[in-house]
């Protein structure tokens, strides 16, 4: 599986779009791009997904490059409720074994 | 549906015994596995199962041993906890739909403290 990259950490004001920027350039063609976050050592939470597509959910928005070799998530309004730690991975739907590999992921932080 | 439950919450062992740290899911899912995530890391697997009487190794497996007799159990046991073994350990499940595996539902997680 392809490995990515995000930047550590990011602020953003409550209220206001958050844009979460993830790197895979070496992402192969039959594999997604799946974004989980992790609120305060709860477990993960499943975001979104997207394989070449731009896709939308009620909690957010993945926008993929033309090439695929990097993505943004967009939360549209963010709230404190949003300030998490965000997972950028890249797998084969699910992988052959349902295995996702986890980095250290982006630490948003939502100020009021 | 109660999701995936994990028990205990907390757990502290001295080194040397061995705990089984508990797993269940009410979703009739497929696929179950077990991370562990050390502070300010992200998670790593340590072993995974793809359905009853199925398992098979992660990226950290030493030091514990899986089974899955059952669709909904997974536990996971320390054979003689380490210190390094302290941690905090999630749970996880998925279904399979019928040419891949959907989203994985985790666990609350349990932490555990080996002294």
């Known amino acids: 599986d392809a490995k990515t990259t995000q930047p550590t950490s990011m602020d953003c004001a409550e209220g206001r779009a958050a844009n979460l920027p993830c790197n895979h350039s070496t992402i192969s063609g039959n594999e997604y791009v799946y974004w989980y976050r992790q609120i305060h050592s709860q477990g993960p939470q499943y975001i979104i997904h997207g394989l070449k597509n731009n896709e939308t959910n009620e909690m957010a928005s993945l926008i993929i490059t033309e090439d695929r070799k990097s993505s943004t998530l967009i939360l549209p309004h963010a709230t404190l409720r949003d300030t998490a730690v965000y997972y950028c991975i890249v797998s084969r739907y699910g992988g052959s074994q349902g295995n996702l590999i986890f980095g250290k992921g982006t630490k948003l932080s939502v100020k009021p | 549906n109660a999701g995936v439950t994990q028990t205990p919450k907390f757990q502290v062992l001295k080194t040397g015994q061995s705990m089984t740290l508990q797993c269940a899911q009410d979703?009739?899912?497929?696929?179950m596995s077990w991370y562990r995530q050390d502070p300010g890391m992200g998670l790593r697997l340590i072993h995974y199962s793809v359905g009853a009487g199925i398992t098979d190794q992660g990226e950290v497996p030493n030091g514990y041993n899986v089974s899955r007799s059952t669709t909904e159990d997974f536990p996971l046991r320390l054979l003689s906890a380490a210190p390094s073994q302290t941690s905090v350990y999630f749970c996880a499940s998925s279904r399979s739909s019928g040419r891949y595996w959907e989203t994985q539902y985790f666990g609350p997680g349990t932490r555990l403290l080996v002294l």
């Open positions: 979703m009739n899912h497929e696929y």
